[in-house]
Structures are given as C-alpha cells and as structure tokens.
C-alpha cells in the first residue's frame, strides 16, 4: 500500500519544494513535481496521482487563505469549462501510457510545458480587466485538458491571468480557486482509469502531508509580498525552466 522509505522520502522533498512555489505563485507544483517525479522513475500516472494528492491540499487551502480576493462571478465560466475537459485529458494520458515508453514521456511532458511558456512568452497582449471569451474559452479547455492528462492545469490559467490587470492577490485567489474546484473530478477520474495504481501513490503522499502544509506556509507568506512584475517573471520562469530540464534529461 506504501511505497519503500526512500521514494516516500524522494516524493516528500519534490511535493515540499513545489508546495513552496505552489503557496507563492498559486500554481506550479504540478509543472515542478509531475516531470521530476517522472525523471526520478514514477510512472507518469503515478505522478499525477501524487500531485493532485499534494495539489488538492494546497489548492483548498490557498483558496481559504485568499478568499477575501476570490470574486465567484468570475469562476462559473472556467469551472464550467475545465470541468467538461478534464475527461478528454485523462483519457489521453491512459493512451499514452500504454503505448509509449518513459523516455518519450518524458519528453512529451517536457513539449507540452514548452508549447505552454511559448504561449506565456508569445502572447504579449495589452493586458486589460477582462478577456474576450474565445480567449477565455481557450485557456480554460486547454487548463482542464492539462489537469486530467498529468494534473498540470495551471500554466493556461497563468496565461490568463497574466494578460489582466488584476493585483497579485486577485490572481493567485483565482488560481487556487479554479484549481480546488476541479481537483475532485480529476481525482475521480485518475482512479476510474488508473484504479489499480491508484492507493499506493495517494496513500504515500498522505505520509508526507505536514511537510507539504509547512512548505505552503512558507509559499503563502513569500507570495504576500511579491510584486506584480516579479510574479509575472518567476511565473514563465518557472514553466520555462521545468520545460528545459524534462526534455532534455533522456539524453543524460
């Protein structure tokens, strides 16, 4: 039911360390611990298992934290369309793991959060309050694809939040939140298709739980006191740097 000692010890540093930044930004513990759990020899369902595991429990408690910055107007349109979107992604990564071996997921996962910093990098638009909805609509599929593939939703919701004018609170509110809500969907589904691999990777993850909560009180008070501009950087550094490091490491 548990994995030996030292991969609980290993998933407990890798999920810390992203509860760090998670706490800080409102996202990326996903884009951190998904591919350095796979370079480390989990199975990339196994990997997403243990992040939404970890992710669920920074998520709900960010968003409690924050709540004072969340406006629910503006959730019904991205949970309404990351929920419907999450089945296509958890059903795509079910194919890839049974017909593609780890090295290429590896590198899968490393194209898809480049294609994902290309976009936050390329898509220097005039930020305003608020987006049409066709941009809306894109970011928040493309968010509710990514979280059922590989539990890495955030990166389309930091596309979108960073082309708005909304302050740094405003915006890490609204990526918890949006996270939180479609977390026990994509739960479902992960062990609907991957039940047998399921309990060993959530109940292992359980294990570390408090240093995962001290990590996000670290994360949670870093980002009360970053700036608009530094969290825009460190959030496409962040996605830039996780990108590099997953599609090159088969090679070493």
């Known amino acids: 039911m548990l994995y030996p000692l030292s991969d609980i010890l290993l998933l407990g540093v890798i999920m ?8 800080a930004v ?15 020899g ?14 669920s429990v920074q998520n709900f408690t960010g968003t409690w934290k924050l709540w004072e910055h ?5 959730m019904v349109l991205p949970t309404a369309i990351r929920l419907v979107t999450i ?3 958890t ?15 590896k590198q899968l996962v490393g194209v ?19 987006l049409n909805l066709f941009w809306q609509s894109l970011a928040f599929s493309t968010s509710g694809f990514l979280l059922g593939f590989a539990s890495m939703g955030g990166a389309p919701l930091v596309l979108y939040v960073n082309a708005l004018t909304w302050s740094v609170a405003r915006a890490r ?18 062990w609907w298709k991957f039940r047998d691999e399921f309990f060993t990777p959530a109940c292992s993850t359980l294990v570390v739980l408090p240093a995962i909560f001290a990590g996000l009180w670290i994360g949670l008070h870093l980002g009360s006191r970053l700036s608009l501009a530094l969290f825009r950087r460190l959030t496409i550094g962040l996605i830039a740097a996780t990108a590099i490091a997953a599609i090159c490491a088969p090679f070493f």
């Open 16 to 23: 810390t360390l992203g509860s760090i930044i998670q706490g």
């Open 26 to 40: 409102g996202f990326a513990s996903g884009l951190l611990g998904v591919p350095l759990l796979v370079l480390c």
């Open 42 to 55: 989990f199975s990339l369902p196994e990997a997403a298992i243990i992040n939404l595991v970890s992710t």
């Open 70 to 74: 969340v406006r629910l107007n503006e």
């Open 87 to 89: 089945p296509l992604g």
């Open 91 to 105: 059903y795509a990564v079910w194919m890839v793991d049974q017909r593609v071996g780890l090295p290429q997921i």
């Open 112 to 130: 898809l959060l480049l294609v994902i910093v290309s976009l936050l990098w390329g898509c220097q638009v005039q930020r305003r309050e608020r």
């Open 173 to 190: 509110a609204f990526l918890f939140f949006c996270s939180a809500v479609g977390q026990p969907l994509g739960a479902w589904f992960l």
